[in-house]
């Protein structure tokens, strides 16, 4: 595949200097687009969004937590950066996306600020849905720049070749679209906890646990021994996925070996969100004839390595200062 010409780039630059302003029509604005999917009403009235899945526990810390500890713009986005390489592209194609990624022209630094805002929202919801907008000149159709419009996933359902895309417009009517699996980012709940379904399967489970607290004046310590109860089915339904400062009365090895499932839970979540990221770069090395790919080592986020410090601890051979490092993704010089 050769790269596009000298004239092609200055044609796309001089594009790509212009707001992105236009609609599906050639030559009214700054250029047209293909989008398919549509922005849903704000205040659609629709009862099924309305309900809380999630207990508050649940929503409010566990999956805060989580979220927390996939977040590459905390305390670890200078290490994480430097492991996430392109590779094989031109200066030109890595402007491109640096700009349209994170939506503004302040370098590469916003590519951890928007995958920490999708390790938020794939723990709030178990599944991201992207279309890819393409824009493109008036006059020469020439591909120039991209968005990623979210999907919510009450209003897609997912195929093996296409997204159904069913939703309200502005004027309230129902439409429905096909877009294709090409044109989109789906990025799962990682296989290893379950995927998607094992994530709604989990929500279905804490939500049948009913409210955390069942306070009854007249009985407090019915209510106390109501809310232990509760802690320890909750804690039972995601033993499998770990937990973060576990409070239930267990050992501080078992709280340890809690924390490290968590924590590795996050590694494949991150996993996701990088096979997300590859997809963009995929939509773009068509669209600008290029065959750039993009890599991330960065010891942390290793499965082999955590796994590896993980058998240490157990062992014995690690101290817990050492494995609470371990857990927070954080560099240990052993």
């Not at 899945?53 to 999956?63: A, G, K, R």
């Not at 607290?213 to 809310?227: E, H, I, Q, R, V």
């Not at 804690?235 to 576990?246: E, F, S, T, V």
Request: aromatic fraction near 14%.
């Amino acid at each position: 595949m050769g790269n596009l010409s000298e004239d092609t780039w200055s044609e796309i630059k001089a594009n790509q200097e212009l707001a992105l302003i236009g609609s599906t029509t050639p030559g009214e604005g700054n250029g047209y687009h293909d989008a398919m999917s549509w922005r849903v009403p704000y205040d659609y009235d629709d009862s099924q969004k309305k309900r809380d899945v999630f207990s508050s526990t649940f929503i409010s810390i566990y999956m805060r937590d989580l979220g927390s500890k996939i977040n590459p713009n905390l305390l670890r986005k200078n290490n994480y950066l430097d492991g996430l390489k392109f590779e094989n592209c031109t200066e030109n194609y890595l402007e491109t996306f640096e700009l349209y990624f994170g939506q503004d022209r302040y370098g590469r630094d916003n590519i951890t600020s928007r995958l920490g805002e999708w390790a938020e929202r794939l723990c709030y919801r178990g599944r991201l849905i992207f279309e890819i907008k393409g824009w493109f000149d008036n006059d020469s159709n020439q591909f120039y720049g991209f968005e990623l419009l979210w999907l919510d996933n009450e209003y897609c359902k997912v195929r093996s070749k296409h997204v159904v895309f069913k939703a309200p417009t502005e004027s309230g009517e129902i439409k429905r679209v096909k877009i294709s699996r090409r044109k989109c980012v789906i990025i799962d709940f990682p296989k290893e906890r379950g995927g998607y379904k094992g994530f709604l399967r989990k929500v279905k489970k804490v939500r049948m646990l009913g409210s955390q607290y069942n306070f009854d004046p007249n009985n407090p310590g019915g209510s106390l021994d109501y809310s232990k109860n509760w802690d320890k089915q909750y804690n039972k339904i995601l033993g499998d996925w770990g937990a973060p400062n576990n409070h239930l009365e267990v050992s501080e090895y078992y709280k340890m070996y809690s924390e490290f499932k968590f924590a590795k839970m996050g590694i494949y979540c991150n996993d996701s969100l990088i096979n997300g990221l590859k997809d963009v770069i995929s939509y773009l090395n068509d669209k600008l004839e290029e065959e750039a790919n993009l890599s991330f080592n960065v010891k942390e986020y290793d499965i082999g390595y955590f796994e590896e410090m993980e058998k240490k601890w157990s062992n014995g051979e690690l101290s817990f200062k050492d494995a609470n490092k371990v857990i927070q993704l954080q560099e240990l010089k052993l």
